[in-house]
């Protein structure tokens, strides 16, 4: 069941893109501007529409921490804005001018991905705010792109109706015609999948055309093999070029929209249409699924945005077994450890955790020392992926958000050690000492930091620990 329970009508003329953090909801429009609501009640934020770009709005998103938004437009840039009070950060200049179609921040938030109408496509650096590298594709105009959960590589979509893989070095490794009357948009599941012929796990992607087709592919990325791109199957459905597509957190569905006007929701495994959604008047020009929360946004010519909400048979990435076996997580079994590790994709870790003798109580209490030195998994990606899933598990112990100024910016976990920088701003001690010592730039600002100098922030700490003693009552 998909639930129409709000609609957006701040725009003035066609909205063009929309995307989410874990707690805004970012859209754009031909009207030059962009709007950013709050997830909680949908209202308005104080500093919105974000405004400065000098022609149509085509793209937006959010890093991976939704402290920075970014825009591009018909104008030639990219703006960076702070997600915090609005201010804008950048202005990155599309090298020959050319409109900017798409942006994409990394998963690690070091780049940002811009494609443009002449074919360019740039990676800027995000915390210098200069070009890192760039490159063109064989024709066409950029329309698409997407990076892969471990940012390894990217894949850009073209008019000309190509697929092109990119890996981090700008390097073109691979190319294939997917839509014989152009590409409009794709899409790279966060869950890799297993193929049963070999073994391999590959990446789930999703595109689509103006050939009224919405295609699944496998990517697999490997050193030793290079890189190939599987057809997998079509899904049918719309009657007219399709505009968007995009995978739920999970993976398990696929939303598209379509100049018919209508909004599809698959499930990704059979390709069954799950949910048509026919509520817009014109065009859909985009679509996007929350990452934390049941929701779906989809945004049309006809100047609205409407807010679905879903009644989800499988549980959403970072839903745990808590929600189903209603046991506290602290008295969880090594069984129960070992079925939640699965449902986070981390079913190679079982074995390991079991010898370990890792339950509920254990597992809260693992740190990135623990995980090294004691079940010794050795790779820092690895490590980090564990702990954030870890850290998702006790955030979802808290029967409540945990207020933004709790947060560290740079790691968007509830701050232990809070301190101040000379930039104003209060972060996790750990976070902000790893920070400084590879740089001497501000998170928040980019500006240079005058002084490394941290200093205790007790009140921020006192406040959170009453903060906790009154969630635990």
């Known amino acids: 069941m998909a639930t129409l329970i709000h609609t957006l009508a701040d725009h003035s003329d066609d909205v063009n893109y929309c995307a989410f953090s874990s707690s805004c909801l970012a859209t754009c429009s031909l009207d030059k501007t962009i709007r950013v609501y709050s997830l909680s009640n949908f209202a308005e934020l104080p500093y919105s529409p974000l405004e400065g770009h000098t022609y149509a709005v085509h793209c937006c998103c959010f890093s991976p921490s939704g402290l920075v938004l970014a825009s591009c437009s018909t104008d030639g840039t990219s703006v960076l804005w702070d997600t915090r009070d609005g201010r804008r950060l950048a202005v990155l200049e599309q090298p020959g001018a050319s409109p900017v179609r798409v942006c994409r921040f990394s998963p690690e938030a070091t780049y940002l ?26 024709c066409g105009s950029l329309m698409a792109c997407a990076f892969s959960p471990n940012g390894n590589f990217f894949v850009t ?55 009224n087709h919405i295609k699944l592919w496998l990517i697999l990325f490997a050193e030793f093999l290079g890189v190939q791109l599987k057809y997998k199957c079509t899904l049918n459905g719309h009657s007219a070029p399709v505009l968007a597509c995009a995978f739920s957190c999970d993976g398990q569905m696929i939303v598209s929209g379509s100049v018919d006007k209508c909004v599809i929701i698959y499930e ?16 859909v020009t985009t679509c996007a699924f929350a ?29 745990t077994v808590e929600n189903e076996s209603k046991v506290a997580i602290e008295d969880w079994s090594e069984d129960d450890v ?54 998702e598990l006790r955030m979802t112990m808290i029967s409540v958000s945990v207020p933004d100024e709790f947060l560290c910016p740079i790691t968007r976990e509830l701050m232990n050690d ?13 976070a902000m000492e790893n920070w400084i010592s590879n740089r001497r730039s501000s998170p928040m600002t980019n500006l240079p930091l005058h002084s490394l100098m941290l200093t205790p922030n007790r009140t921020l700490k006192m406040a959170i620990s009453r903060w906790l003693e009154t969630q635990q009552k």
């Open 113 to 138: 991905l811009a494609g443009a109408a002449d074919g360019s496509v740039v990676l800027w650096n995000v915390h210098s705010m200069k070009l890192y590298r760039s490159g063109k594709v064989k």
């Open 157 to 211: 979509g073209s008019s000309s109706g190509d697929l092109t893989i990119w890996d981090d070095k700008m390097r073109c490794l691979y190319n294939e015609k997917a839509h014989d009357l152009g590409v409009t948009c794709c899409d790279i599941s966060s869950h890799p999948v297993s193929d049963g012929e070999n073994g391999f796990r590959y990446f789930q992607m999703a595109s689509c055309g103006q050939d």
């Open 268 to 283: 990704t495994s059979t390709g069954n249409t799950l949910h048509t959604l026919s509520q817009h008047t014109r065009y």
């Open 291 to 319: 990452p934390h929360s049941p929701l779906l946004a989809t945004g049309s010519m006809d100047k609205t945005v409407h807010i679905w909400q879903l009644d989800l048979k499988q549980p959403c990435a970072g839903d």
């Open 338 to 391: 070992s079925a939640w590790l699965c449902a986070q994709d981390l079913a190679d870790f079982v074995g390991l955790f079991k010898m370990n003798n890792i339950d509920g109580k254990e597992l809260l209490n693992l740190t990135k020392e623990s995980l090294a030195n004691e079940l010794k998994i050795e790779s820092l990606g690895l490590r980090s992926k564990v702990l954030q899933k870890i850290e």
């Open 418 to 430: 809070p301190v101040i920088a000379t930039d104003g701003y209060s972060y996790e001690r750990e």
